[in-house]
């Protein structure tokens, strides 16, 4: 079986563990997602641990925030574990955007639009002038204008914004839940994987609904894997 278009979720306070998630689930999953817990916890040495042991591609979510100069830090500050995406929220502007593009030129720099746990309620609330979709919309062209090379988006607004993108950004959506899921978190706009990457979407973020089944062991978490998987192949 080829992998699929699955980004794994790896939240988990063990370093041992998340090295045996990747193991386990490998010859499905196409990159690891490590976020501003496991990068604040370990470190970059721990995702220097994931990419020595499995050789696998990597999704830093660190939703970088910041003036320009100083995201160029930071970004140049990871530049030496040659993550497959980082992630920056879009709505730092251009300037941040290419700040953050011209220190990792190899990376795709990933524009975060509207963050997945948000209702249309706080969309409002927070000062967006238009609603969640036209506000994605929005900053996906601000971010693929300076030069971000992915995108991170809702599964409800993948449509529009591949209209307004074209063909060449990658988009990432996570607020995914395969139809026989029981998981129940923070996530409010969502779709099932199959139904997103139909609708447009390169990869699909998966965390919990694969990750759960490692209190069964690796070879239950293997075989939730490749169910998935099996689905978007």
């Known amino acids: 079986m080829h992998k699929a278009p699955i980004v ?6 063990e370093l041992v563990t998340a090295i045996e998630w990747v193991k386990a689930t490998q010859d499905y999953v196409s990159v690891y997602k490590l976020g501003l817990e496991f990068f604040l916890t370990f470190g970059s040495d721990g995702v220097k641990a994931i990419k020595d042991v ?10 970088l925030h910041d003036i ?15 993550p497959r995406f980082l992630t920056v929220h879009a709505s730092g502007g251009s300037a941040m955007i290419k700040a953050a593009v011209d220190a990792l030129p190899t990376t795709h720099v990933t524009g975060v639009t509207i963050l997945t746990s ?17 506000s994605a919309v929005g900053l996906s062209k601000i971010a693929v204008g300076a030069g971000a090379g992915a995108i991170v988006c ?11 993108v074209g063909a060449g950004p990658i988009i990432i959506t996570p607020g995914v839940r395969p139809a ?13 994987p199959k139904a997103a990457i139909a609708t447009g979407a390169n990869f699909v973020v ?6 759960q089944s490692w209190s069964l062991g690796a ?15």
């Open 54 to 63: 499995t050789n696998s591609d990597i999704f830093l979510d660190l939703k």
């Open 180 to 192: 026989d899921s029981t998981v129940t978190d923070d996530q409010v706009r969502t779709m099932t």
């Open 8 to 13: 794994l979720a790896v939240d988990t306070p």
């Open 68 to 82: 320009p100069h100083t995201v160029s830090g930071a970004a140049k500050a990871v530049s030496h574990l040659k």
């Open 118 to 134: 948000l209702s249309e309620a706080d969309v409002a609330d927070i000062g967006f002038r238009d609603n969640a979709l036209s």
């Open 154 to 164: 809702s599964p409800l607004e993948i449509a529009a914004i591949r209209a307004a």
């Open 206 to 211: 998966i965390g919990r609904p694969i990750t």
């Open 219 to 233: 070879a239950a978490m293997r075989d939730r894997a490749a169910q998935i998987a099996s689905e978007l192949i």
